[in-house]
Antibody, heavy 121, light 107 residues
């Protein structure tokens, strides 16, 4: 079965850094497209990033330069490094596996349970 | 970036009603459009991908249509478990933006 488990969330002060982990099972992070999506309190879903199997990465314009995705193949785990955090980054962060029908018609078929990040002094 | 606009933002309906939610893209996205259902405290669930393909395991009362800039999600006969928030998402170009959501409530 496909499973994604996010960890690493918590309370962090503005300007701080945090690294979220997304442990995958039932598939390989090296061979799949994986996205991060977040939901701020009372708000809708916001797309954060996607990483391709070949390593290409794309980010929401508002996050470029502050967030970065990486992978550890030996642990089959994806990471989201978040720097210079702001109160508006407070959200539940989901990692999700991305498939496609006719390439590159992508869609998210599996989601983790999410991890809460709170940026506050 | 491609902007996705859903309407309505909220909707009250009764069990058994037929409900339609619309999603409009700021530019043509062909059929690169997905629909998700999201309930509080749970992970979102894929309903429809590529505008009209029903995800395996999703009830057939859900259907999607559209191409280009205008899309619809239809629930043919509302069931109690369908009350949730629904999002469209484009995957035509990164960032793969979501609509703002449509909250479906019980009348």
């Amino acid at each position: 079965d496909v499973q994604l488990v996010e960890t690493g969330g918590g309370l962090i002060q503005p300007g701080g850094s945090l690294r979220l982990s997304c442990a995958a099972s039932g598939f390989t992070v090296s061979g799949n497209y994986i996205s991060w999506v977040r939901q701020a309190p009372g708000m809708g879903l916001e797309w954060v990033s996607i990483i391709y199997p070949v390593g290409s990465t794309y980010y929401a314009d508002s996050l470029k330069g502050r967030f970065a995705v990486s992978r550890d193949y030996s642990k089959n785990t994806l990471y989201l490094q978040m720097n210079s955090l702001r109160p508006e980054d407070t959200a539940v962060y989901y990692c999700a596996r991305v498939l496609y029908s006719n390439y590159p018609n992508f869609y998210i078929d599996s989601w983790g349970q999410g991890t809460q990040v709170t940026v506050s002094s | 970036d491609i902007q996705m606009t859903q309407s309505p933002s909220s909707l009250s309906a009764s069990i058994g009603d037929r409900v339609t939610i619309t999603c409009r893209a700021s530019q043509s996205i062909s059929d690169y459009l997905n629909w998700y259902q999201h309930k509080p405290g749970k992970a979102p669930q894929l309903l429809i991908y590529a505008a009209s393909s029903l995800q395996r395991g999703v009830p057939s009362r859900f259907s999607g249509s559209g191409s280009g800039t205008d899309f619809t999600l239809t629930i043919s006969s509302l069931q109690p478990e369908d009350f949730a928030t629904y999002y469209c998402q484009q995957s035509y170009s990164a960032p793969h933006t979501f609509g703002q959501g449509t909250k479906l409530e019980i009348k």
